[in-house]
């Protein structure tokens, strides 16, 4: 998940100077990942459909790719009883965000 956003927000970028901030926080029943980028963002209306299988918003010609990435990440996180979404204004870069619940010595079993 995290190699699909970082390469995500390395691509999805066209200033000489890519950023990319990543930073973990403890919530009441959570760990949340931040993945921060100034690429060239998620207009508002599409953010949500980004997650869908093949979903593009660009076309090949300009960015290559499958459009299978995040729909994989998003199943992936699920899976584990996470969340993902975006947050971007649609032009300067995006924040990607992820959590998984705190793994408590019973869900640890239940998980393997």
């Known amino acids: 998940i ?6 995500n927000a390395l691509k999805f970028n066209r200033t000489d100077r890519p950023e990319i901030t990543i930073t973990a926080h403890e919530r009441e029943n959570v760990w949340e ?8 963002g998620v207009p508002k209306e599409f953010q949500s459909k980004i997650f869908d299988p ?3 918003l660009h076309d090949q010609r300009n960015f290559k790719g ?3 990435g995040l729909a ?8 584990m009883g ?3 979404w975006v947050e971007s204004d649609g032009e300067n870069g995006s924040c ?3 959590t998984y619940p705190k793994l408590t ?3 640890l079993e239940n998980f393997s």
């Open 66 to 68: 499958s459009g299978i």
């Open 82 to 84: 996470g969340e993902i």
């Open 96 to 98: 990607f965000y992820v």
């Open 105 to 107: 010595p019973t869900k």
């Open 54 to 56: 093949f979903y593009r």
């Open 33 to 40: 990942f931040q993945y921060k980028d100034n690429g060239i």
């Open 72 to 79: 994989i990440c998003k199943k992936l996180v699920q899976k």
């Open 2 to 7: 995290s190699q699909n956003l970082i390469t």
